[in-house]
Nanobody, 126 residues
Framework: QVQLVESGGGLVHTGGSLRLSCAPSGRTFSRPAMGWFRQAPGKEREFVAAISWSGGTTYYADSVKGRFTISRNNAKNTVSLQMNSLKPEDTAVYYC???????????????????WGQGTQVTVSS
């Protein structure tokens, strides 16, 4: 497994923006895909976005399409999630995750991601 460290969470007003970043701790990673998931209080963890190793394929949850953008920089071993037009319902702990080798990560299922960060809190006030 690889250790992932998220940063960039915080408190914003409705309509604001935040940029989350994810980087491995101590190891270079070359997983087939990286993803972002989120979990709000009392709710199950849900898929937000994922990006292939090359960056050429991306997936988004319907709830964030057009507002969030996932990107990666393999030279710097970072993955980012740009979040614009934030809404109160985006409030959650956001987790970065690395897909397992040989997994069907494109199914957008957390079970296909074996390495996780500790999470970063995003709060959107109305």
């Amino acid at each position: 497994q690889v250790q992932l460290v998220e940063s960039g969470g915080g408190l914003v007003h409705t309509g604001g923006s935040l940029r989350l970043s994810c980087a491995p701790s101590g190891r270079t990673f070359s997983r087939p895909a990286m993803g972002w998931f989120r979990q709000a209080p009392g709710k199950e963890r849900e898929f937000v976005a994922a990006i292939s190793w090359s960056g050429g394929t991306t997936y988004y949850a319907d709830s964030v399409k057009g507002r969030f953008t996932i990107s990666r920089n393999n030279a710097k071993n970072t993955v980012s999630l740009q979040m614009n037009s934030l809404k109160p319902e985006d409030t959650a702990v956001y987790y970065c995750a690395a897909a397992d080798y040989g997994s069907s990560w494109y199914r957008q299922n957390s079970a296909d991601f074996g390495s996780w960060g500790q999470g970063t809190q995003v709060t959107v006030s109305s």
